[in-house]
């Protein structure tokens, strides 16, 4: 079955990195464009980072242009968050996304999200 599973998050101070890995299993990886998104509670879920199916073109959101990186391995099936010069305000869920649209079905795909905290 469909299964993206997200890691890496924990408590981190201001300033601080942290690196997040989706990594992906039960469908065709590479034919999906894949994203980054977080949600703080009480807010809704905010767009972060998108990387194509070959990983030539990524695409940020203002909030973390700069600071975050996203990339991915086709061949471990895998893709990354780089977040360096974390704020208090980056404290969220962090969930990853594979989506793909194919002869007219759009298959879209989340995973459980992983925890990210900083703070001193």
């Known amino acids: 079955q469909v299964q993206l599973v997200e890691s890496g998050g924990g408590l981190v101070q201001p300033g601080g990195s942290l690196r997040l890995s989706c990594a992906a299993s039960?469908?065709?990886?590479?034919?999906?464009?894949m994203k980054w998104y977080r949600q703080a509670p009480g807010k809704e879920r905010e767009f972060l980072a998108g990387?194509?199916?070959?990983?030539?073109?990524?695409n940020y959101a203002d909030s973390v242009q700069g600071r975050f990186t996203i990339s991915r391995d086709n061949t471990k099936n895998t893709i990354y968050l780089q977040m360096n010069s974390l704020k208090p305000e980056d404290t969220a869920t962090y969930y990853c996304?594979?989506?793909?649209?194919?002869?007219?079905?759009?298959?879209?795909?989340w995973g459980q999200g992983t925890q990210v905290t900083v703070s001193s």
């Open positions: 996304n594979a989506i793909s649209a194919t002869m007219g079905t759009l298959y879209d795909y």
């Open positions: 039960g469908f065709t990886f590479s034919r999906h464009t």
């Open positions: 990387i194509s199916t070959t990983g030539g073109i990524t």
